[in-house]
């Protein structure tokens, strides 16, 4: 089954740092960008960052220099280091493709909840 698995979220204090990870399954996850996206309550899910299968990265203006997504192909795994982490950041955070050509059945997300 082709399914992706979030994982590294918590409750962490305004400033702090976390570490997400994204185990992907298939052979999906080398070939095509991937993305980090998140849904904060009441709000539609968006996209935080973006990797292609060859390292370009992308960033929303609101993580910019705070967020850096890597990816690690041969392991099928993505991250994503978020530094300097204020309260908008609060929002359940998915991986999936960032492209509509092809993607994975949305995981369970990880839950960032940034308060003091």
């Known amino acids: 089954q082709v399914q992706v698995v979030e994982s590294g979220g918590g409750l962490v204090q305004p400033g702090g740092s976390l570490r997400l990870s994204c185990a992907a399954s298939?052979?999906?996850?080398?070939?095509?960008?991937m993305g980090w996206y998140r849904q904060a309550p009441g709000k539609q899910r968006e996209l935080v960052a973006s990797?292609?299968?060859?390292?370009?990265?992308w960033y929303r203006d609101s993580v910019k220099g705070r967020f850096t997504i890597s990816r690690d192909n041969a392991k099928n795994t993505m991250y994503l280091q978020m530094n300097s982490l204020k309260p908008e950041d609060t929002a359940v955070y998915y991986c999936?493709?960032?492209?509509?050509?092809?993607?994975?059945?949305w995981g369970q997300g990880t839950q960032v909840t940034v308060s003091s």
């Open positions: 999936n493709t960032a492209t509509s050509v092809v993607g994975y059945t």
């Open positions: 990797i292609s299968n060859g390292g370009s990265t």
């Open positions: 298939g052979s999906i996850f080398s070939i095509y960008a």
